[in-house]
Structures are given as C-alpha cells and as structure tokens.
C-alpha cells in the first residue's frame, strides 16, 4: 500500500478517534426522519411482515454491496466524494460534485426545515397546542398552506426560528472538525436516541388496543409480493435510508485508520439501521392501535402517509392520551425526530464542506461558516406557505433520479473502468471479514442492472401524468432544470485546478 502523499505529510486529514465514533457517525447519518415514519408506513401499504422480504433482499442486493463500494473506496482514496472520483478518473469527478451539490442544495435545504417543523412540535407538546383538530392546526395554523407551488405567500416566523436553531448547530458541530465536532455530537446524540426509542416503544405497546396495531403491522400478505411497486418501493427506500449516493459514507471512510473491518463496518451500520426502522415500527403501530380503540375507527383508517402520519396522526394520538403523560409522549417522539434528524443533517454538511476542503485548501472553519449561512438562506423558500409542495417535489425528484443515476454511475466508473478486484484486494487487505467474489457480481451487474430497471420505471410513470398532479412547470423546475444546474455547477467545479496535485493512487 502506497504510503501517505506529500500533500498528507503537510496537511494530515482527520482522523475518527475510534472505530465506534465512526460507526456512530455513519450509523448517525443513516438513522433520520426517513426511518421513523416512512418505513412504517411502507412496511403497512405493502404487505406488512411481507414486506420484510423484499427489504431485506434490497438490503443485501444493492444496500450492503454499495455500503462496502462507498467505504472502501473512501478508506482506498482517502478524500471526499469529488476527490475520490477524480483520483479514479480525472473525467469523472464532476460525478462527485454532483452528488454533494444534490446532498448539500437539495436534500440539505429541505431536510432542515423538517427537523424545524419537529422542533416547533417538541414545543407545541407542552400544551397540546394543535387542540382538537391537529389536521386543520397543521396545514392551516401552522404552515398556513397556500393554494399550491405557483402561489409562495408569506415566510411563516417560528419555521424560520426552528431553522436557525437547526443551522446553528449543525454549523457548531461541523465547524468543530471530525473529531472535536461530528464524533463527540453522535457519541452523544445516539445513544440518546436510543434510549428516547426504547423509552418511545415501551410506552406504546403497552398502551390500550397497541397490539391490534402491532397486528396490521406485521401481518404478512404475500400476494402484494406479486406487484412491482412494492419491490421498487424496497429498493427506493433502502437507498435513501443508508444515505448512498450522497458521497457520505465515502467521506466518512476518508478519516479512518489504515487497519479497519470495512466489510464487518458495513454490516453493522446498514443492518443497525435496519433493525432501528423495524423497531420504531413498533412504537408508530403501537400508537396507532391505540387510536383506533380509543376512537373505534380500524386501525386502517387512522394510519396516514409519511408526513400526515407524523405531523396529523401523531398528535391526534397524543391528545388522546391521559394527561401529564400524553406531554412528555410527545416531547419524547418529536424530541427523537430532532436528534435522529441532526445528525444526519451534520452528515450532509460535512460531505459537502469536505469536498471543498479538499479541492481548494480553505480553511474549515471558513467553508462551514460559509455554507451554512448559505444554506440557511436557500432553505428560506421551503418555510413560505408553499414550503410543503416544494419539499415535496424535490424530495421526489432528488430521490428518484437525481440519486439512482449517481447510483448507476458509481458502479459503472468504480465496477468497470477502476480494476474492481483490486478494492476488493485492498478491503481485504485492511484487515477483517474476507469479501469474496459475489461482491463484484454485486457491483458490476446486479445492482446497476437494478438501478436502470428503477430508473426507466420511474421515468415512465413520471412522464405519463405530472407528479401528484403537481403543475408541469413546477415539475420541470425542479425535475429538468434544477438537476440541469446542480450537473453544470459540478462539471464547472470539477474544470477547476487543484489546489494540490493528487496523487492518483488507483495504480498502486
Ligand atoms: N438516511 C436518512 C433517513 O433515513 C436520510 C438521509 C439521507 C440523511 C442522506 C442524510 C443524508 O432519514
């Protein structure tokens, strides 16, 4: 193994302080909004116990393979996503940026004004404040929801407020450093979440009625098994809750020791993620099971999608509750919202921050300080009373397209014009569990041939009526365009000099 480059030697990259802070930090990342109430809900609409299957066969068919692609790479190159790419191939770098701008731009800036709404919510659970009508509170009173994207109106204040108590503080934890800020904060942070989960899961299925909705949860039906969108819906969401394709594992690889268990790394952290979905699954249903005694309705028509279901169903439930527990209910699962959403946002920050770090040699504290500013700014347009559609919209299309390409063509560069074998000699090299040949099948054909079939599937359903009905030039705003900008964005940083040489280690 080639030892450090001269430009190391003068500016040492940052190191985790120990394995476990890693795998916290990654499994920080990975664990978000998206595992409490979206793998619920998909869980229940498409087969319950059932969908297990195809979960798990994502899991090991395109999850696992590409969380041991994204580590090993990192650790192989030691650089973010844009330097890793470009010490495979100077061409390909732009691929790098692509994904960071799309994490930072996209994902970031909408991402952030959830974990804001949440915030407001820890707050309103002091008083039960959506009282009575928790639909009307949320859309009305507290987003005062416009008539559609076209129509922006005002920018709601205690959005806003959330949102720079959530800027300030991911910007305090990545101004820090690996070590000082990103380890030390998920040191805290999951273990934290943890218990609030545990704490969060006991409470429910102990209340009234929570095993019938632990029932539906769970009950298997196989025939959904038969249908396509079940299996895409599996795929789609192992992909976003590993955080893949975000050039975040990458980086996060970037500051390990030369001696790591990459394979047994990627293991824990894509499978605790796994494990951490299905068991707030049990809490959501618990909850839900709760309701539907306590209001008479079956538990089938008190369980909504992914933001209804947190933001409506919840505190519809937690009203119900007897009082003075029902305050701290609500604290405690909005409270887990915030925590499991801060870290991941801290995650796609760094990846970010990192890669222009690494490029153009400015100091940290500097680019942190100046993306942060800037994306607290950008995320203003997701707290006006259309904020709700637009999050809406660039969640489909980041998720949909913007992340399966990145997707595709990591496995092609990485698979077929970097020698994929010798990764393999390297992860196995580093030390730890043997990574056998399937991985490669994995790399180089099954998961790319599963990410295009996803693709053209999406592409057509896409193209065959707007999204969710959704005006067209809204859709093509962010769809076409905004994607359009973040690839010219990349391709112009990538044309940029180094600021160092790099030393192409992909030969060594
Ligand atoms: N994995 C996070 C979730 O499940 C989403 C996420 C993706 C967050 C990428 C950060 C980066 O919610």
């Not at 007897?322 to 305050?327: L, R």
């Amino acid at each position: 193994m080639k030892q450090p480059q001269l430009s190391e030697a003068h500016h040492p990259r940052p190191q985790w302080k120990s394995r476990m802070g890693f795998i916290l930090a990654a499994l920080g990342s990975a664990v978000g909004l998206g595992n409490i109430w979206r793998f619920s809900y998909l869980c229940y609409k498409n087969g319950g116990g059932a969908f297990l299957v195809p979960y798990l066969i994502a899991l090991f068919v395109v999850g696992i393979p590409l969380m041991i692609l994204e580590l090993g790479i990192g650790h192989r190159m030691r650089g973010s996503a844009p330097m890793t790419f470009a010490k495979v191939n100077r061409n390909w770098e732009w691929c790098g940026w692509w994904a960071v701008i799309c994490a930072m731009f996209g994902i970031m800036l909408y991402y952030s004004t959830v974990i804001s709404w949440c915030f407001n919510y820890v707050f309103f659970s002091f008083d039960l404040r959506w009282g009575i009508d928790a639909n009307h509170f949320f859309f009305q009173e507290f987003l005062k929801i416009s008539s559609g994207p076209g129509e922006i109106g005002d920018i709601i204040s205690p959005i806003v407020l959330g949102l720079i108590g959530v800027w300030a503080f991911s910007w305090l934890i990545v101004f820090f450093g690996v070590q000082k800020g990103v380890e030390r904060a998920n040191k805290i942070f999951m273990p934290l979440l943890l218990v609030l989960t545990i704490v969060l899961v006991v409470l429910s299925v102990r209340l009234e009625g929570a095993m019938e909705g632990i029932k539906v949860y769970l009950t298997p039906n196989f025939d959904l098994l038969t249908k396509k969108q079940v299996w895409i819906d599996a795929f789609s969401q192992i992909f976003f809750t590993l955080s893949l394709s975000f050039g975040i594992m990458i980086t996060y690889a970037s500051y390990l020791p030369r001696k790591v268990n990459i394979v047994k790394d990627a293991y824990i952290i894509s499978l605790g993620n796994c494990l951490f979905s299905f068991i707030s699954g049990f809490a959501v249903f618990g909850t839900l099971g709760y309701m539907s005694h306590a209001t008479g309705k079956p538990v089938s028509e008190v369980v909504s999608q992914a933001i209804g279901l947190a933001f409506v169903t919840y505190p519809q439930a937690i009203s119900l509750m007897p009082k003075m527990f029902c305050n701290f209910f609500g604290v405690l699962f909005f409270g887990s919202l915030v925590v499991a959403g801060l870290s991941s946002a801290v995650s796609l920050i760094e990846a970010f921050s990192s890669a222009v770090i690494d490029k153009f040699h400015y100091p940290r504290k500097v680019v942190v300080s100046v993306v942060c500013i800037a994306g607290f700014f950008g995320s203003i347009i997701f707290t006006s009373q259309s904020g709700l559609f637009w999050i809406d919209i660039v969640d489909h299309f980041i998720n949909q397209y913007g992340l399966i390409l990145v997707g595709i063509f990591q496995c092609i560069l990485l698979g077929w014009i970097f020698k994929l074998s010798k990764l393999r000699e390297h992860i196995n090299h580093a030390g730890g569990i043997v990574l056998r040949r399937w991985w490669e099948v994995c790399i180089k054909f099954v998961t790319p041939i599963v990410l295009i079939l996803l693709f053209i599937n999406n592409l057509q359903k896409e193209l065959s009526s707007p999204y969710e009905g959704y005006p067209w030039e809204a859709i093509i705003l962010i769809g076409r365009d905004w994607l359009i900008v973040a690839l010219i964005a990349a391709l112009f940083v990538a044309m940029r000099p180094w600021k160092r040489e790099l030393v192409d280690q992909s030969e060594h």
